[in-house]
């Protein structure tokens, strides 16, 4: 496995066979469970698997946890070196935006939602930092997990519109046993928040329960979801959405495949989780 800083050394490297494939997994490191998903699916499927592992500064808020972002280089490396991985890039800051730098890619409609309401200015620093990472890996395909469902459907749509010629891939959430999302901020909580942090995937499937037990009212999906989640004690809703799975748009009944997302504070920790349902 080869380890590089340089945006050349992994042109150079991607570019010695043409012929082969390569599968990208682009992650903040502090890898998990999630993202071990992820580069076993693009191990099976590609020639070449490629990890960047880059805390990107632009997709934080000012208020947000760049600085205190989890990070442990080496362990991630070893357990890069385990799943196969061929070339791992670890970008400086500097290296990626330059002083003078004066190019955003914005996404808009669908960026304006969810945790793009919430959080200002976080798609275009997503879609800024995976256009350019695209554009230095040059991959067949590119892997993204379910649980950032609203930046899997913002990054689709980058794809089409700025006509990337690459497949992104969609791997399921990956859960702990008792069922709470694999994150890397799950470190954050403590012993009482971590219990605490079971509302979220408690109330998805409470949600989930009412859709498979006939209600088709979103409305009383998202009362319940909130009433849930509002009797745990440690838990702030950021937001509660019940929402058309492809346009995110708001849905009077439910209908087709849709998306229960939610976004709540554990004390201080910000935890995001969603569940699709076909009806
Ligand atoms: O999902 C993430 O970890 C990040 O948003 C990504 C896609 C690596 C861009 O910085």
Do not use: W
């Amino acid at each position: 496995m080869k380890v590089v800083k340089e945006i050349s050394e992994v042109r150079e490297f991607t570019k010695q066979d043409r012929e082969k494939t390569v599968g990208f997994v682009p992650t903040m490191g502090y890898l998990h469970q999630g993202h071990l998903a992820l580069l076993e699916q693009a191990r099976e499927e590609n020639d070449i698997v490629v990890l960047s592992i880059f805390v990107n500064p632009t997709q934080f808020g000012p208020d947000e946890d760049y600085e205190d972002y989890p990070r442990d280089l080496e362990r991630d490396l070893e357990l890069a070196r385990s799943a196969g991985v061929d070339l791992v890039f670890t970008p400086k800051a500097d290296k990626m935006y330059s002083d003078n730098a004066a190019t955003k890619v914005e996404v808009t409609g669908l960026t304006g939602k969810l945790c793009g309401a919430s959080r200002d200015g976080h798609f275009s620093g997503v879609c800024t930092v995976v256009s350019k990472l695209f554009n230095i890996v040059n991959p067949t395909r590119a892997y993204f997990g379910q649980k950032d469902y609203q930046q899997v459907l913002v990054i689709k749509r980058m794809v089409e519109d700025l006509n990337f010629d690459l497949d992104i891939v969609t791997v399921p959430i990956v859960r702990e046993e008792d069922g709470l999302a694999i994150s890397s901020r799950n470190k954050y909580l403590n012993q009482a928040e971590r219990k605490a942090a079971l509302v979220l995937f408690e109330s998805l499937q409470r949600g989930k329960e009412l859709i498979v037990g006939g209600e088709r009212k979103a409305k009383v999906i998202e009362q319940e979801l909130i009433s849930n989640i509002e009797a745990e004690p440690l838990a702030e809703i950021d937001y509660v959405a019940v929402v058309d799975a492809s346009s995110l748009k708001d849905i009077d009944k439910i209908r087709g495949e849709v998306l229960l997302a939610l976004a709540v504070y554990i004390g201080e920790t910000r935890l995001i989780d969603n569940l699709i349902v076909e009806v």
